[in-house]
């Protein structure tokens, strides 16, 4: 145990329900930017001051209900603002009794930032698909529409929520759909198409 605590790459710490800092490993110690030595004893408040009050009404709910819990936060340490991803668990004295709280913590400050670039894509998108005169779709390979732009309402006089899920196949005259297929087949299989 001492050995995968010290080693590990992830924070972990150890809090009572006032949030006093009981144990940490070398990791969380770096992240603080302050030695081991420092940080025991010391509460939450002085790390954590934006996020103090919630992280010790979090730990009195793991204490108290010896239940797990996880959440996401983000948190100013020696690097910076970090996310974390942290999981809070039960730490019990010999008869069983939870007497603190342990906190894993894994750094997701990546992920964050690569889902604010694709919601930023997204949103231009979007916004690009808006503007267009032209009705924009895409369809799965059974020629059902997964994605219809707003511009048909305007165009077919259909509310775009109306159209998906329809076959593509709905929208084209009877006497069109071979023709239409075969357009469709050439674009699939990555043919340039009108």
């Known amino acids: 145990f001492r050995t995968l605590f010290e080693g590990s790459s992830n924070p972990i710490t150890v809090y009572d329900r006032d949030g006093h800092c009981l144990l940490v490993n070398p990791r969380g110690a770096k992240n ?3 030695p081991v030595e420092e940080i025991i004893g ?3 408040r002085e790390f954590f001051p934006k996020i103090a009050d919630d992280l010790i009404r979090r ?3 793991v204490i108290d209900e010896g239940k797990t819990l996880q959440f ?4 100013k340490i020696s690097a910076g603002d970090t996310w974390f991803w942290s ?3 039960p730490v ?9 709280v342990q906190i894993i913590s894994y750094d997701i400050t990546e992920r964050k930032k690569a889902e604010d670039v694709l919601r930023e894509s997204e949103d231009k998108y979007k916004c690009l698909v808006g503007n267009i005169p032209e009705i924009i779709f895409t369809i799965d390979l059974e020629g059902k529409l997964t994605f219809v732009s707003q511009r048909v309402k305007e ?3 259909y509310e775009s929520s109306e159209a998906i899920n329809r076959n593509i ?5 009877e006497e069109a759909h071979q023709s239409a297929m075969e357009q469709l087949q050439k674009g699939m299989k990555g043919e340039k198409i009108k």
Do not use: N
């Open 92 to 100: 019990r004295d010999a008869t069983g009794v939870p007497y603190g």
């Open 87 to 89: 999981t809070l668990e």
């Open 32 to 34: 603080l930017g302050v």
């Open 59 to 61: 730990f009195r709910e």
């Open 42 to 44: 010391k509460s939450v």
């Open 72 to 75: 996401e936060d983000k948190v």
């Open 155 to 157: 165009i077919l006089g």
């Open 169 to 173: 196949f709905d929208f084209i005259p």
